[in-house]
């Protein structure tokens, strides 16, 4: 079977809801309010089957000028290991490419998975420290967590923070 990856609609929000519902309820992901699917919309890709079904999402976050956060990569078990998160993955790369970013982080129990996309974990913050008081005053949880800052420790969930240069 095959699949496509395509910008997300309002209409998704229920389909990533419900796909990443079971995830927060086993710690994989955080939880977040149907209002905050909505607000964040456009940065959501949907990946569908040949029928047009939804089968997987997956988000890029700017948090600063030439850095993004991807978020929320998910797939329906029934595609797990058939390629849909890499190719989500991929699209989301290009998509931070076309904004002119150079690196992209994320927050994910999936090491493997990530580290066979380039993505490598972070032992120190990769940030100058003008940013870093810039990055400091957001009150998102996923800059939080990229600034190690004390109030995320120990880590919300307990995974990995991985950070990737992209051209």
């Known amino acids: 079977m095959t699949f496509t990856v ?13 796909l990443v519902g079971p995830l ?3 710690r994989i992901l955080l939880g977040k309010e149907t209002v ?5 919309i456009q940065e959501f890709r949907v990946a569908e089957d040949s029928d047009g079904t939804p089968i997987g999402c997956g988000a890029l976050h700017v948090m600063w000028e030439d850095l993004a956060e991807v978020r929320t990569l998910a797939v329906v078990p029934e595609w797990l ?3 849909v998160g890499h190719a989500i993955l991929q699209q989301l790369e290009a ?3 076309a904004l002119g970013l150079s690196r992209l982080f994320c927050l994910t129990f999936e090491v493997d998975f990530f580290g ?3 993505f490598e974990p972070m032992s120190d913050n990769p940030i100058d420290p003008d940013v870093y008081a810039e990055l400091v005053r957001s009150p998102d949880e ?3 967590e990229f600034l190690d800052l004390a109030r995320v420790k120990p880590n919300t969930l307990g995974n990995t923070r991985m ?5």
Do not use: L, M, Y
Not at 163 to 167: E, F, G, L, T
């Open 6 to 18: 395509r910008p997300a609609r309002t209409s998704d929000v229920w389909f990533i809801r419900e």
């Open 24 to 26: 927060v309820q086993r």
């Open 36 to 40: 905050v699917f909505f607000e964040a």
């Open 81 to 83: 290991h058939r390629g």
């Open 95 to 97: 998509d931070a490419r």
């Open 116 to 118: 066979r996309n380039g």
């Open 142 to 144: 996923g800059v939080a």
């Open 163 to 167: 950070i990737k240069r992209i051209n």
